[in-house]
């Protein structure tokens, strides 16, 4: 069974860091690359990551220069860093899997998701 396990959300003010983790159980059969989403209050979910097995990575323009994505394939887990954060970035944070990182980060093309972690950041 495919099971992804996101933590490392929590409470920070603006400016701060947190860094969230993956874990995945195993990978469904072609799934390669995992992504990073978000999910606001009242908005759509949108695509901040993702990294390819290959250590092909894209990243959302909101969030070029302040977060990146990584990997630990020894440990199966991914990892999203996230510096100089701001309000605007409070949401609830997924990890999914996909056949490839798209650079479109849209959501249509993960088939499995983890349940979430929140991410509140303070002004």
């Known amino acids: 069974e495919v099971q992804l396990v996101e933590s490392g959300g929590g409470l920070v003010q603006a400016g701060g860091s947190l860094r969230l983790s993956c874990t995945v159980s195993?990978?469904?059969?072609?799934?390669?690359?995992i992504g990073w989403f978000r999910q606001a209050p009242g908005k759509q979910r949108e695509g901040v990551a993702c990294?390819?097995?290959?250590?092909?990575?894209a990243l959302a323009d909101s969030v070029k220069g302040r977060f990146t994505i990584a990997s630990d394939n020894a440990k199966n887990t991914w990892y999203l860093q996230m510096n100089s954060l701001k309000p605007e970035d409070t949401a609830v944070y997924y990890c999914a899997t996909s056949r490839t990182c798209y650079s479109r980060l849209r959501r249509n093309d993960y088939g499995y998701w983890g349940q979430g972690t929140q991410v509140t950041v303070s002004s």
């Open positions: 195993r990978f469904a059969f072609d799934d390669y690359a």
């Open positions: 990294i390819d097995s290959d250590g092909t990575t």
